[in-house]
């Protein structure tokens, strides 16, 4: 019985002589990637990054300063840009509207109702010797006198105006004689007088538009004294004799009607298209610009200047400038995060083996990351407040 037992005893001895001397198994980096654990761990890991990548990118785009904050570097333009100056262009277009020219037309109507009255006017009153037989209709719209009556006795040949008197009536609202005297509204007249004469325009039938250079006649000022020089003179001018001046004066008074009239749709289409032709002005940026300097308070307009220069960047800046910083991140967050789940499925077991707890970590990371970016993006006074929340919790 004894020999048994020193038997027994010498194995237990050789036994931990032997796990003595076997060398301790050791967690080899290749060990780790094959395990199970691990490939879980980096999937995790991989939509970590992911995650906070676009975070960290999205941060840094951002401008992190605000008007009226004391600058603590100088910053300059980063590129060559051109941006619409609104205020300018919207100017020019004003402009171009006040000075877009007023389009009026023959008041064909009235016209064509004149003429058909003065050519039929020596048919009508033909064989009366006396203003006694002439009809009271016509006498009210024609102020005859005796020695126009007379003269009117030769304009008129079997009962037809004669080729002269026709020619007079046709050359009176021929619109180059309309023009030397038109005649417009007491409204329409007030504005004509203070336009420029380059935006005064008639209308012609071949849709040719020439200026109106003649001062025009109010209506009422025609009713008033039918006699104005200025209707007498463009009558004059169409070849009527002085005789029947003052009764083809008369006639266009009594009709109370302009000779011409603003067309409004055409002068407001006009207006319109001469301002949508203005180019937009460009308002150019040089590369190297100074944005602000050191020790100036920001003003508003130079933190307009850097939300523009930061948006032109963000849309024209060479990929390697938007780029290379932003890659230099991710490949520093993907290092890290491969090195946090390498330590988490070596070190702490339980963490790799149940993928939850994992996706707590990095959620928990993830969030607080969150609140540390938009509250600096938000809130510039916070910024290394929440920089540091993190870090504390």
Not at 25 to 35: E, I, N, Q, S, V
Not at 82 to 91: G, I, K, M, P
Not at 344 to 371: D, E, K, Q
């Amino acid at each position: 019985m004894a020999k048994a037992g020193k038997n027994k005893s010498g194995h237990g001895q050789r036994r931990q002589e032997l796990r003595r001397n076997l060398p301790k198994p050791t967690a080899t980096f290749r060990a780790a990637l094959l395990r199970p654990e691990f490939l879980r761990s980096c999937v995790i890991i991989l939509a970590f990054v992911v995650i906070t990548s676009m975070l960290v990118i999205w941060s840094t785009d951002q401008v992190r300063i605000r008007d009226g904050q004391l600058m603590g570097e100088t910053r300059i333009k980063r590129l060559d840009y051109r941006v619409v100056d609104q205020v300018a262009t919207e100017n020019r277009r004003e402009e171009a509207l006040r000075s877009s020219p007023r389009i009026y037309q023959l008041n064909r109507n009235a016209m064509s109702r004149l003429q058909s009255e003065l050519t039929g006017l020596p048919t009508a009153v033909a064989g009366r010797t006396t203003l006694d037989e002439v009809a009271d209709e016509i006498r009210s719209k024609f102020p005859l006198d005796e020695s126009a009556l007379k003269l009117l006795q030769t304009m008129s040949v079997e009962g037809e105006p004669t080729p002269q008197w026709a020619s007079w009536v046709q050359q009176l609202v021929n619109p180059v004689v309309l023009s030397r005297a038109p005649i417009l509204g007491e409204e329409e007249f007030q504005v004509y007088a203070i336009t420029p004469v380059p935006n005064r325009m008639l209308l012609q039938e071949d849709g040719r538009r020439d200026i109106l250079r003649a001062e025009a006649v109010s209506l009422q000022t025609l009713e008033e004294q039918p006699g104005d020089r200025l209707v007498m003179d463009m009558i004059l001018s169409a070849g009527f004799p002085a005789t029947l001046a003052s009764t083809i004066s008369g006639r266009i008074a009594s009709e109370g009607l302009p000779t011409i009239t603003l067309d409004g749709e055409l002068t407001e289409a006009t207006a319109l298209q001469r301002a949508a032709d203005i180019e937009p002005v460009l308002d150019e940026h040089q590369k190297g610009q100074v944005l602000y300097r050191r020790g100036e308070v920001l003003t508003p307009a130079q933190y307009e200047d850097v939300l523009l220069e930061n948006q032109q960047f963000m849309a024209l800046g060479s990929f390697t400038d938007r780029w290379l910083a932003r890659l230099g991140l991710i490949g520093l967050l993907a290092g890290l995060a491969i090195f946090f789940a390498a330590y988490a499925t070596t070190s702490w077991s339980r963490i790799a083996r149940n993928p939850l707890r994992l996706i707590a970590l990095s959620a928990v990371m993830t969030i607080m990351l969150s609140i540390s970016v938009f509250v600096s993006a938000e809130a510039v006074v916070f910024m290394w407040a929440a920089a540091i929340a993190p870090i504390v919790f």
